[in-house]
């Protein structure tokens, strides 16, 4: 199997690795920063706001099986992109919304995708596209954080109805 991967900031990035762990065909994920100008940034560091790290998500998916447009669906419908800095309750430049591409052809597909989001929302959309950087992973208690804890996410709402709907998410026991 040929894997690809995509790395995705949309808040708080326990949430959205639930969401996505939860997609057909994504076959891992690693919550971590990217997007700042500090090496080996820790999460005291990154939310005291001087490394320019957001919270990301490290998607490797199987493109047989989900293609990477459809995981920007995903991406566009689990969170608010037209908030600056913040997600929900959660604000500070590391809950950006942003979207760190791996070939120029994930941004050329990044960048198509948000303007038909845009044409949805109708208000201004804040992400960020931009080429990956260095991904520098979380530490480990992060790793995974509400499939280890045994809660259901907080960080942001989960709009599961509009994923199911998209046929993009399916439950895990």
């Known amino acids: 199997m040929s894997t690809e991967t995509a790395t995705f900031g949309a808040g ?21 920063y990217a997007g700042g100008h500090t090496e080996n940034p820790t999460y005291r560091e990154v939310c005291g706001h001087g ?8 998607v490797e998916f199987d ?13 566009w419908a689990m969170h ?3 908030q600056v800095n913040r997600q929900g ?6 809950y950006r919304s942003a979207i760190f591409t ?21 208000r201004p959309i804040a992400t960020e596209i931009a080429p990956a950087g260095p991904f520098y992973p ?15 996410p907080y960080c942001h709402v989960i ?15």
């Open 12 to 32: 708080c990035f326990w949430g959205v690795e639930y969401v996505f762990e939860r997609v057909p065909g994504v076959v891992a994920t690693e919550v971590g």
């Open 51 to 58: 490394t320019g790290h957001a919270e990301v998500l490290k």
């Open 63 to 75: 493109p047989q099986v989900v293609t990477f447009d459809q995981l920007l669906e995903v991406f």
């Open 80 to 82: 608010d992109p037209t």
């Open 89 to 94: 309750p959660d604000v500070g430049d590391q």
């Open 102 to 122: 791996s070939s120029d052809e994930q941004q050329r597909a990044a960048e198509a995708s948000r303007e038909r989001a845009q044409a949805r929302i109708g």
């Open 138 to 152: 979380a530490e480990d208690y992060h790793q995974r954080y509400y499939d280890k804890n045994g809660h259901e």
């Open 159 to 173: 709009p599961w109805g509009t994923l199911r709907e998209l046929g993009l998410v399916e439950s895990k026991a």
